[in-house]
Nanobody, 122 residues
Framework: QVQLVESGGGLVQAGGSLRLSCAASGRTFTSYPMGWFRQAPGKEREFVAAINWSGGTTYYADSVKGRFTISRDNAQNTVYLQMNSLKPEDTAVYYC???????????????WGQGTQVTVSS
């Protein structure tokens, strides 16, 4: 079982930065690929970024490539999403996710956090 708790959301102006954190519980955290998703009002939840268990492989949605960076600290059981050059269209609830199988963490992960709101003003 993996439990995930996000933090770091807030209100920021366009062009600004935020760093989201996701604290995971469970001894198996270091073996789990992790991901970030987001859901804007009136839209479906979409994939943002993912990272494999070691941190050596990362994946990004085209819409955030070059602006967002996913990373993890297995010693701290935490995964991060550094978001730079934020745009109003990045406004959404951001969710941390985990799954034992790397391909699935980018599509339909098994474990989810409760979400953290990110609002980017123009």
């Amino acid at each position: 079982q993996v439990q995930l708790v996000e933090s770091g959301g807030g209100l920021v102006q366009a062009g600004g930065s935020l760093r989201l954190s996701c604290a995971a519980s469970g001894r198996t955290f270091t073996s789990y690929p992790m991901g970030w998703f987001r859901q804007a009002p009136g839209k479906e939840r979409e994939f943002v970024a993912a990272i494999n268990w070691s941190g050596g492989t990362t994946y990004y949605a085209d819409s955030v490539k070059g602006r967002f960076t996913i990373s993890r600290d297995n010693a701290q059981n935490t995964v991060y999403l550094q978001m730079n050059s934020l745009k109003p269209e990045d406004t959404a609830v951001y969710y941390c996710a985990a799954d034992a199988w790397e391909p699935r963490v980018r599509m339909t992960p098994q474990y989810w956090g409760q979400g953290t709101q990110v609002t980017v003003s123009s």
